[in-house]
């Protein structure tokens, strides 16, 4: 009876184990990239001589994400920004989507390497470009939208910070809304049965050792104008890693050992948002004034939601 008993127990928590880790029925399927729509990782160019550096994709496949629950960072932050980016509109969760989303492109990008936008470098970030085909049971395209959370490392000590993109909101005045497109750019980017997002940030490295991360959660969600409620749906998540450090060479000892390269550890930096970014220079680095002058180290704006790469 008490070998029974534990079987049963060992039985349903192995159930409830699947149940956890199984994605809802109904969740859209995602498919790519391919070939060369897909690189993982790119070296930095354009360094200070003695630095090296890498942008790096994180995570390394794209991830889907169920229909985030109450509470959710996403939620939150909605909550918290709506008064100001997006007044009266509120966000539920609701049912997982049905249909398929292509990653077109999801690309690790040097911009030393692949210019783009006017950018200053050294500078790394990532492409993506993806594309959700609506199955017959899902809502029509005229009523999805896609809405982004984006959270990046550029808080007080390296803290996180996460705001719905874009940040600020760059809509028309009078008709703020919650979504990465405007409404214009939602037709430019739809037909009848599929909508396409496009998305370049970047980071520029302003220091030396340098450490960013950006991760950006992307949902496709519906909406009831009238009422002002946005329902989440499923998504995916992507991001990038930039990361560069100091290379010092050490001597050779008096018995012929070489220690090869000494590599200082990378530590987080604090740097403002938006355009016109400060650099922050290091004393103890070879940047020194030069790099004072360097621009943005994460550009978010409207324009790199523009395709820069062909």
Same mark, same amino acid.
């Given at each position: 009876?008490?070998?029974?008993?534990?079987?049963?127990?060992?039985?349903?928590?192995?159930?409830?184990?699947?149940?956890?880790?199984?994605?809802?029925?109904?969740?859209?399927?995602?498919?790519?990239?391919?070939?060369?729509?897909?690189?993982?990782?790119?070296?930095?160019?354009?360094?200070?001589?003695?630095?090296?550096?890498?942008?790096?994709?994180?995570?390394?496949?794209?991830?889907?994400?169920?229909?985030?629950?109450?509470?959710?960072?996403?939620?939150?932050?909605?909550?918290?920004?709506?008064?100001?980016?997006?007044?009266?509109?509120?966000?539920? /969760? #609701?049912?997982? &989507?049905?249909?398929?989303? $292509?990653?077109? !492109?999801?690309? +690790?990008?040097?911009? =030393?390497?692949?210019?783009?936008?006017?950018?200053?470098?050294?500078?790394?970030?990532?492409?993506?470009?993806?594309?959700?085909?609506?199955?017959?049971?899902?809502?029509?395209?005229?009523?999805?939208?896609?809405?982004?959370?984006?959270?990046?490392?550029?808080?007080?000590?390296?803290?996180?910070?996460?705001?719905?993109?874009?940040?600020?909101?760059?809509?028309? /005045? #009078?008709?703020? &809304?919650?979504?990465?497109? $405007?409404?214009? !750019?939602?037709? +430019?980017?739809?037909? =009848?049965?599929?909508?396409?997002?496009?998305?370049?940030?970047?980071?520029?490295?302003?220091?030396?050792?340098?450490?960013?991360?950006?991760?950006?959660?992307?949902?496709?969600?519906?909406?009831?104008?009238?009422?002002?409620?946005?329902?989440?749906?499923?998504?995916?998540?992507?991001?990038?890693?930039?990361?560069?450090?100091?290379?010092?060479?050490?001597?050779?000892?008096?018995?012929?050992?070489?220690?090869?390269?000494?590599?200082?550890?990378?530590?987080?930096?604090?740097?403002?948002?938006?355009?016109?970014?400060?650099?922050?220079?290091?004393?103890?680095?070879?940047?020194?004034?030069?790099?004072?002058?360097?621009?943005?180290?994460?550009?978010?704006?409207?324009?790199?939601?523009?395709?820069?790469?062909?």
């Amino acid at each position: 009876m008490i070998l029974l008993r534990k079987l049963s127990i060992a039985t349903a928590g192995a159930a409830t184990i699947l149940s956890v880790l199984s994605v809802p029925v109904s969740a859209f399927t995602i498919k790519g990239p391919t070939g060369a729509a897909y690189d993982l990782s790119d070296p930095l160019g354009k360094l200070p001589a003695g630095a090296t550096g890498t942008v790096t994709l994180n995570p390394a496949v794209v991830k889907y994400l169920a229909p985030p629950k109450a509470g959710a960072t996403i939620f939150t932050r909605f909550k918290a920004e709506a008064a100001t980016q997006f007044p009266n509109w509120t966000a539920v /969760s #609701g049912a997982a &989507l049905g249909g398929i989303l $292509t990653i077109n !492109e999801y690309d +690790a990008r040097d911009y =030393a390497a692949e210019p783009g936008g006017g950018l200053s470098t050294p500078r790394g970030g990532a492409d993506m470009k993806a594309t959700y085909a609506r199955a017959a049971a899902d809502p029509t395209i005229a009523n999805l939208r896609f809405i982004q959370l984006f959270t990046k490392n550029t808080g007080t000590n390296g803290a996180l910070e996460s705001h719905i993109d874009p940040f600020p909101n760059d809509d028309p /005045s #009078g008709n703020k &809304l919650p979504w990465y497109w $405007t409404e214009a !750019e939602h037709t +430019a980017n739809s037909t =009848a049965t599929t909508m396409t997002f496009i998305d370049s940030p970047s980071s520029a490295v302003t220091s030396i050792p340098f450490n960013r991360t950006a991760r950006f959660e992307t949902y496709l969600a519906t909406f009831n104008n009238n009422t002002k409620v946005a329902t989440i749906r499923d998504g995916w998540s992507w991001g990038y890693d930039v990361k560069a450090v100091k290379t010092v060479k050490r001597a050779t000892t008096s018995d012929g050992w070489s220690g090869g390269d000494d590599v200082e550890a990378v530590k987080e930096t604090t740097i403002s948002d938006g355009d016109d970014i400060q650099a922050v220079p290091e004393p103890a680095t070879i940047f020194g004034s030069a790099m004072a002058l360097g621009c943005g180290a994460f550009f978010k704006r409207k324009v790199s939601r523009k395709r820069k790469k062909s």
